[in-house]
């Protein structure tokens, strides 16, 4: 009876969160989408509701609450880090804040931006992150700014990545740069430190002579984390340079980790089923791991079920629907894999260059690429192209959905599909 009573509300909760588009990659930062009416067709003269250009260079996706719509930019050297509010039902700009002034940025490399984070939020409030450069608490009703940080060092090499994500009371960021590597969860109220874990081991660059050589590619991510509950337990993932660590969200405690020593560095969103984790482990060599997690929340080489070494993306997140992951490499191969034996079950070229991440609505599958076309499949078994759409400008952010409409962000434009 007591399952009973609780239930209704459990849904409610569920179907009030789906009603937002507070982070990356959704409601529960998986890419997947509630079932809905978004169009298979569109163009710059078709089925688009409104476009709004947006100042600056910025590949962070748009978040969604209740009427507001969310993006950061920054000014293209970096000096000026600034928040933009929108009206997701007309696309006029609300609110433009400048949030910090950055006298000295860090190198950041043409193909990245100043503000590629993504930020969270929740009712009232929104967390904006720019990485070491910044991080800020504004209260969403009127724009002030509630509490900033500016103090975190870490030498983002190429420039920041990772998102921050919500658990509870904390605000949980990834810092893994050239310099330092390490975990840290904030009070949301406050800004202030919880808690702070350092990365339990640290890859170098080696020179020609198999010496270390400090700074450089092989110590930085621009992973995002996640959490799920895994054996009745909540489970903190998180990707940095090499290995994939487990920890616990409230304490920032090592249970695991499980080092991938391929590749350069990770920008992935590890996806989290049951006791099962699926993720990809860098670039260059990079590939897509499925592993088990034991009843204690440990694990490690033996609990490894699968490894996929062919056409695994850089810097696209892979999508887990059902049975089935769906991934777009870099250079426009997309596949379909099945997530209990790792086996591709297609394996075919979409065409263009990939950085944003794939989206599932329903039975279809989104893929939008750097030049501002976005091929739809159909999300099954046999591979199947049902659209292919062209916008002016390239799509370095993830998209996201409000109801039965594709939040599309352009290098330049912010557009409502619909």
């Given at each position: ?366 893929f939008s690429n750097d030049a501002g076309k976005t091929v739809v499949v159909e999300a099954g078994r046999e591979f199947k192209i049902l659209a292919e759409n062209n916008l ?27």
């Open positions: 009876m007591h399952l009973l009573r609780t239930l209704p509300v459990l849904l409610t909760v569920a179907m009030s969160a789906h009603a937002n588009w507070p982070q990356f990659l959704g409601p529960d930062g998986t890419g997947v989408a509630a079932p809905a009416d978004v169009p298979l067709h569109w163009s710059e003269t078709n089925h688009v509701k409104w476009k709004t250009p947006i100042h600056g260079k910025a590949w962070s996706s748009p978040v969604i609450w209740g009427d507001q719509l969310w993006v950061t930019t920054a000014t293209v050297d970096g000096h000026e880090l600034s928040v933009v509010q929108l009206d997701k039902h007309t696309g006029k700009i609300v609110l433009d804040k400048k949030l910090f002034d950055i006298a000295t940025p860090q190198f950041c490399h043409e193909f990245n931006s100043y503000a590629s984070p993504t930020p969270v939020i929740e009712d009232g409030r929104i967390y904006v992150t720019y990485g070491s450069p910044g991080t800020a608490c504004l209260d969403t009703k009127t724009g002030d700014v509630l509490w900033q940080r500016t103090d975190f060092v870490c030498n983002h090499f190429r420039g920041a990545g990772s998102s921050p994500i919500l658990y509870g009371d904390l605000l949980i960021m990834n810092f893994d740069g050239s310099d330092h590597q390490f975990v840290v969860a904030l009070d949301k109220h406050t800004g202030k430190t919880v808690w702070r874990t350092e990365r339990s081991i640290d890859f170098q660059d080696l020179d020609q002579n198999g010496k270390p050589q400090g700074d450089g590619d092989f110590r930085k991510a621009y992973s995002t984390p996640q959490v799920a509950m895994v054996h009745g337990k909540p489970l903190l993932v998180s990707v940095g340079a090499k290995a994939v660590y487990g920890y616990d969200p409230l304490t920032g405690k090592e249970h695991f980790r499980i080092e991938c020593r391929m590749g350069q560095a990770s920008s992935d969103r590890p996806a989290i089923v049951d006791d099962t984790v699926y993720f990809t482990t860098g670039w260059s060599k990079g590939q897509l791991w499925a592993f088990k997690v034991r009843p204690d929340l440990t694990a490690d080489d033996n609990t490894i079920d699968w490894q996929l070494r062919r056409s695994v993306p850089n810097k696209p997140v892979p999508v887990l629907r059902g049975d089935l992951i769906f991934m777009v490499d870099d250079g426009g191969i997309a596949s379909c894999v099945d997530r209990h034996t790792g086996d591709l079950l297609w394996h075919e070229r979409v065409g263009g260059n990939y950085s944003a991440s794939p989206l599932v609505i329903g039975d279809r599958v989104y002016d400008d390239g799509c370095m952010a993830s998209p996201a959905v409000d109801g039965n409409a594709l939040i599309l962000r352009t290098k330049k434009d912010l557009y409502r599909i619909e």
